[in-house]
């Protein structure tokens, strides 16, 4: 399981990470480890923590408010009390070494800076600074991710996964409608000809 990190946001990054959210749900944060190597591998922290199991559980759980927050019409009271409670908490500690810099914090510490950028964003879209949030069009996929294409025409999470999917759905279908189409037409015969 490889994670990735096509949201263009912290927050939606660790959206990610429960996907397929409207048919089979995949769950990325299975086990604390799986929490601790997101967190370094998010960028967060250079040092992985240390997860217990409540803690692996609080990740999720800001995941789910979060998602709740960003695609609900509005946002519930509990919700927006959670994610700021959580942007509240302590801060990664960045020390410069002879390797370079080194991020160390605890999941309290990975959970401030996600809520961090969640609030910054849900912040953005509703005072219209931020107006490139989309849902991928693959219908099965539910990430969200900042479109920052030029034309602003970007429709997949991610081409690997999604586009290449639907592209190859899109040319099978065509194929297949070419074929039922010669299939029904009749062949006229030479004495059938209007001159």
């Known amino acids: 399981m490889e994670f990735v990190f096509i949201g263009g946001n912290l927050a939606l990054d660790l959206l990610g990470t429960l996907k397929w959210r409207r048919t089979a749900p995949e769950e990325f944060l299975r086990t604390p480890a799986d929490a601790a190597r997101w967190a370094v591998e998010s960028g967060v922290v250079t040092v992985a923590p240390r997860v217990t199991e409540a803690e692996l559980e609080s990740l999720r759980a800001l995941r789910e408010t979060i998602y709740r927050l960003v695609t609900g019409p509005s946002a519930a009271r509990a919700d927006v009390a959670a994610l700021n409670a959580a942007a509240a908490g302590p801060r990664v500690e960045t020390t410069l070494t002879a390797a370079g810099a080194r991020r160390t914090g605890g999941v309290a510490a990975v959970a401030a800076d996600v809520a961090t950028a969640a609030i910054t964003l849900l912040g953005d879209v509703r005072t219209g600074r931020e107006t490139r949030l989309r849902e991928c069009e693959r219908p ?56």
């Open 140 to 195: 099965d996929c539910t990430r969200l991710f900042l479109d920052r294409s030029r034309g602003r025409t970007r429709s997949w999470c991610g081409m690997a996964e999604c586009g290449n999917r639907v592209k190859a759905a899109e040319y099978r279908a065509r194929k297949a409608a070419v074929r039922t189409s010669r299939r029904t037409a009749s062949p006229s015969a030479p004495g059938d000809r209007v001159a």
